[in-house]
């Protein structure tokens, strides 16, 4: 099967934690994230984070949906994995390295597989729009919504 993925960062000039807690608000995510069309929260760990979402995500060639295990390293780092949905596999982790005075790098890396049917329609020019979508503009769009007053 053919696999799609990528990863990307960003300097950003909040701490760790600010960019964490944006990263962790999953029902915002659509706001700050080009490919998400929406999120559900199916579940809650017992400090009330999201453990598992429901996305539906606009991949260019199709709109799939896919349910995300959550799991979380306290300001550090956030790990999804599908459970179910349209794509065969999908894994995301984001990452928070501190640089003090200078912010934070936040990277992102993104690795998928859209199973058989949807990889047929990925090809040419498509893939490299795709791979931009959804491993290059994650990072700046979390600069954007870190810019962006919440309330």
């Known amino acids: 099967m053919t696999r799609f993925g990528g990863q990307s960062s960003a300097r950003l000039a909040a701490p760790p934690a600010a960019c964490f807690q944006v990263v962790c ?78 912010g934070t790098l936040a990277c992102f890396q993104i690795d998928f597989d859209p199973g058989r049917a949807l990889s047929l329609l990925a090809r040419g020019p498509v893939v490299a729009r795709l791979e931009a979508l959804l491993a290059e503009q994650p990072p700046e769009g979390l600069r954007r919504a870190l810019e962006v007053p919440c309330g």
């Open 25 to 102: 608000d999953t029902p915002r995510t659509p706001e700050w994230h080009q490919a998400i069309a929406g999120v559900e929260v199916l579940e809650t760990d017992g400090g009330g984070r999201t453990s598992l979402v429901r996305a539906r995500i606009d991949a260019l060639i199709a709109r799939v949906q896919v349910d995300l295990r959550l799991t979380y390293e306290q300001e550090r780092s956030l790990h999804m994995r599908r459970e179910s949905g349209d794509l065969r596999d999908l894994t995301v982790i984001w990452t928070f390295e501190d640089l003090g005075e200078q």
